[in-house]
């Protein structure tokens, strides 16, 4: 008679467990994404274009990385580059009188934007990465622990 039950109820506890952990790995989690900006060209002076980085997560994105690069034979030199965002984004290498630009941010919050626009030679569309990671927490034990360079 409690055997229903009891089935029942690890069913329910089982089920539970697979929807927390869906969550917390798959919904939960920041998602970073980018946009390429259609180019507007100033005739016979100067082509603009950018991109558009947004976090589209439900968490805060920590440690975002930018890299835009123009690679191949005829990579375009970035003339004049502008980051702009509610956020603290530092062009940390690269950018005007390049061919790849660095741009870095200690946190991205949810639906949080950094937008970033170029002024180039040509209409060449770069590479872009954007890439976000969680520095490795230390745990209780490993602060005993010696380390591979005191060992």
Known sequence: MWL??????????ALAAAALYYWQTRLNIPQL????LPPYEIPDVI???????????????????ITI???????????????SSAENAVLRSGGERHTFANISARSLRPHGKIVVYWAAAQDIQPQISVTSYQPAQES????????????
């Open 4 to 13: 229903p039950w009891l089935l029942l109820a690890i069913i329910f506890i």
């Open 47 to 65: 082509l603009v274009a950018g991109v558009l980085i947004e976090n589209r997560g439900r968490q805060p994105a920590p440690n975002i990385k």
């Open 140 to 151: 209780f034990l490993q602060k005993f622990l010696p380390r591979k360079s005191e060992a």
């Open 69 to 83: 690069q123009f690679e191949g034979e005829a990579a375009t030199m970035i003339h004049h580059m502008k980051v």
């Open 33 to 36: 994404t980018y946009t390429p």
